[in-house]
């Protein structure tokens, strides 16, 4: 008895050993491309491939023999490696079904000495993918890093190599086979290719299949050509079990099948079908049209709306090829390209632009499906042949964004339409007259922007919120032009961000959108450097220093709050978002336009205006808030002056300096005697136009920190008040010799501008004795004979010494002051040392 059951069981064993290799023989042949290189250079050795071939072939996978494709250049994989499709040609060509392709690299790393032996050590880190060469589809991705160490180098980095090659060949085996298994138990996506049939005859077979044949759950149009389409099946099975399933059906035939794809055409229609697979020597190997959203009508004029890939697969050369693209009924004229010829064996990627009918367009108030139709002619063997596809596509209304492509906004912010530009000319002239806003400090750009939002405000625009959708991978949203907006009187953060960003735009101001996850608000620039943020906030919380200026944030959900609100509210949103990791992009309005222009719409009846009286009371209203907000953040500094800390104090003194409170500012610094206090001495005397005294506290500041150059820069618009131009310049260019570039000097004194201020100097000369524009011509002139940073004493020496011989001067009759217009110019220069 125990003899039969040893009999049983070698029986049982072999059978299963047959089974898995039957199951094995199925499983896909592969083709195995790595970039390796070491220390930067490439290597032949194939380390990694290597590895990877001999633990697949471990798993039971057929591979294709390195020896038939060493023309595969390193330019190729590294093409590859990014290209699916540059893979999956590749693997067509040398008949693989699948192919690893990737990238590795060794560095060395350190060198250890252990009791007297050097190690070296070897640091690798690369990726690889495995990408199915029927489709171009990538089914796994892995990416991992080693370390290793030798006596040699050679060893450390080959060991390294090894190790990597371990780790990405194991992380990719178990990632294609949770691949495969999910293919063994669930549907899977299968091309059918209906060949040779018409229209009718390609409907009736649309709808029948998932109807007869229960392993197929649903057909997807690819697209449509002249003599058939092709069908993304979802299936339950493999695609030996679909043509099986097909093959029971009488009425059909199968032409040919790939690992991928089946090719099928009625019994009736077979001879015709098996001639026009074979007769076309251009294949169209990629077939691709973007959904359309008709406010991006002017960027689908210069960018590609449909990519078309062609390849010839004969072996003669293909003459005049040309490709068009028409949408019926939203384009007036096909758009095309011609190239000369196809060199047999190769491919073209044509990548074709389109010029719509933007009437059409925008009419579109809901989406619409129309059907894209490309047609590919050229001369094969002195004949033309053309070959037409059509596919559909959707259009979606004419107020449809994709957050996918954010600067698309741009295309919605016309801050030339007629009606933006009346409303905003219209608001910002209502408040020209107003002393109230006149008498302000804050910059022109803050006032003009204030006016605007309460333009708004007094026009009454109500939120109401709409959600975001998601379609065939796309995160749509609706979003109104701005004359919309001004129209229906309602929009949610995204409408009223663009009117805001329009109406500012359109009077000058610079804009950008600041994008977090679910959110969408504004900020707009006040030209102000970074280091006079003070100008508009004592909380350097409530501005945003970005690319040299200083921009305010507006949460435009609060469109009918006061103006301050929402300064304060935006602030809190960008800084919650930042120190939090969250997702934050910044859109530029500017580039966004010059990216995806604003559409030209078509005439339209300008709003109403609101109330000038109105607009100027909400203005007025919102600089009192503003003011005493900013006498609560001052209040602060009361609670710093009773510190025991110089630097508190310090603080403190620069606070009230900066609030205007001159005396509060000296007394906090009563018996402080540090670089920084005597430098806001300085300060606070310039501005209380007491030359004299700013400038000994300044030379008293120098006397303890000679390497400051923001101390020698504020000494130079001392001397430059008291009528000595030379001193300045000297003085300037000592400043400049203290930072390790000027680019640096530039920064830290916030003269990051120059050039461009420097540019527009010729627009318009000051009435007043100095304006900042001549102080910016006097730095300009400085820079062009700033010493170095190491032969820079002596002329500091002399800045410092030249001045204690004149201060008498000052004293006993002579000039003790500047006309107070020149202070207002140079207090934006100045320079707080803490």
């Known amino acids: ?321 040309k490709v068009s693209v028409f949408v019926p009924g939203y384009m007036n004229l096909p758009s095309e390209q011609i190239v000369p010829k196809v060199d047999p064996g190769s491919k073209q990627t044509f990548k074709l632009s389109a010029t719509f009918d933007a009437k059409q367009l925008y009419t579109l108030s809901a989406n619409a499906t129309a059907q894209a139709k490309v047609e590919l002619s050229y001369v094969f063997n002195g004949q033309p042949q053309t070959r037409s596809l059509v596919r559909p596509v959707t259009l979606y209304n004419k107020n449809t964004i994709s957050w996918r492509r954010g600067e698309s906004i741009g295309a919605f912010i016309t801050d030339t339409d007629d009606a933006v530009v009346g409303f905003s000319r219209y608001v910002v002239g209502s408040v020209g007259g107003s002393d109230i806003l006149k008498s302000s400090k804050l910059p022109r750009q803050v006032i003009n922007a204030m006016a605007v939002w309460n333009g708004v405000r007094a026009y009454g625009i109500n939120y109401v919120s709409d959600p975001w959708k998601t379609a065939e991978g796309e995160i749509l949203d609706q979003i109104q032009y701005p004359r919309e907006t001004l129209s229906s009187k309602t929009g949610d953060c995204d409408d009223s961000s663009v009117l805001l960003a329009a109406c500012l735009e359109n009077i000058g101001i610079r804009t950008k959108l600041i994008g977090t996850s679910d959110h969408i608000f504004i900020m707009f620039d006040t030209e102000l450097s970074p280091k006079n943020a003070y100008l508009l906030s004592l909380d350097e919380k409530e501005v945003i220093p970005y690319e040299g200026t200083v921009w305010v944030p507006l949460e435009t959900t609060m469109i009918n709050e006061p103006f301050p609100k929402a300064w304060r509210m935006g602030a809190q949103e960008y800084y919650k978002n930042v120190e939090s990791g969250g997702k934050i992009e910044i859109i530029d309005t500017r580039k966004a336009k010059e990216a995806f222009p604003p559409a030209n719409l078509p005439a339209s009846a300008r709003p109403s205006s609101p109330s000038a009286e109105k607009i100027i009371q909400l203005a007025s209203a919102d600089l009192t808030d503003y003011e005493y907000h900013q006498s609560q953040l001052l209040g602060l500094a009361d609670r710093m002056k009773t510190s025991e800390n110089p630097a508190d104090k310090n603080k403190a003194a620069m606070t009230c300096a900066k609030a205007g409170d001159y005396e509060s500012a000296v007394a906090a610094l009563a018996g402080v005697n540090t670089p920084g206090a005597y430098n806001t001495l300085g300060n606070v005397y310039l501005m209380k136009n007491e030359l004299p005294t700013a400038q000994e506290f300044y030379q008293k500041a120098l006397a303890m920190t000679t390497d400051d150059g923001g101390v020698y820069m504020n000494f130079g618009l001392a001397r430059y008040l008291s009528g000595s131009e030379e001193d300045a310049m000297e003085s300037f260019q000592v400043a400049i010799s203290k930072y390790e570039s000027r680019e640096k000097a530039l920064e830290v004194l916030g003269l990051e501008r120059i050039n461009e201020v420097l540019g527009t100097r010729a627009a318009g000369k000051s009435e007043v004795q100095v304006s900042k524009a001549d102080i910016f011509a006097l730095i300009g002139r400085s820079l062009q004979n700033v010493p170095d940073k190491g032969k820079s004493l002596a002329q500091a020496s002399r800045v410092r010494e030249k001045y204690k011989d004149q201060q008498n001067k000052y004293v006993f009759g002579g000039r003790r002051g500047a006309d107070p217009t020149q202070i207002a110019s140079i207090k934006e220069f100045l320079y707080w040392k803490e």
Request: hydrophobic share 40%; aromatic share 8%; charged share 25%.
């Open 1 to 321: 008895m125990r003899r039969y059951q040893i009999v049983f069981l070698l029986i049982l064993m072999v059978c299963l050993t047959t089974l898995a290799q039957d199951f094995r023989q199925e499983w896909p042949r592969i083709m195995v491309l790595f970039d390796e290189k070491v220390d930067g250079q490439p290597v032949d050795a194939r380390i990694v491939a290597t590895r990877l071939e001999e633990i697949f072939l471990e798993k039971g996978f057929r591979l294709v023999d390195k020896a038939q494709f060493e023309a595969v250049t390193t330019r190729d994989i590294a093409l590859a490696e990014s290209n699916p499709m540059r893979a999956k040609e590749i693997g067509l060509r040398y008949g693989a079904e699948w192919v690893i392709v990737g990238k590795v690299e060794a560095s060395f790393d350190a060198e250890k000495v252990f009791y007297g032996i050097t190690n070296y050590e070897y640091a690798s880190k690369g990726s690889g993918k495995i990408i199915i060469t029927d489709t171009g589809e990538m089914i796994a991705v892995t990416s991992k890093n080693t370390k290793k160490s030798a006596t040699g180098k050679s060893s450390a980095s080959t060991g390294s190599l090894n190790a990597l090659g371990d780790l990405i060949a194991n992380d990719l085996y178990v990632k294609s086979r949770v691949r495969m298994k999910q293919e063994e138990s669930g549907p899977r996506f299968i091309q059918i290719a209906m060949v040779g049939l018409d229209a009718k005859m390609i409907a009736q077979l649309e709808k029948s299949l998932p109807q007869d044949l229960p392993i197929i759950n649903y057909l997807k149009l690819r697209y449509f050509e002249k003599d058939g389409a092709v069908f993304d099946a979802n299936v339950n099975g493999t695609i030996d079990d679909l043509r099986r399933e097909l093959g029971k059906r009488s009425d059909l035939a199968i032409i040919g099948f790939t690992g991928s794809r089946v090719d099928i055409s009625t019994k009736e229609n077979e001879e015709k079908a098996r001639g026009s697979v074979v007769a076309s020597p251009l294949e169209i190997t990629q077939f691709a049209v973007e959904n359309i959203f008709p406010s991006q009508v002017n960027y689908y004029a210069y960018n590609s709306l449909a990519t078309i890939e062609v390849e010839n697969s004969s072996k003669s050369e293909i003459r005049n090829v």
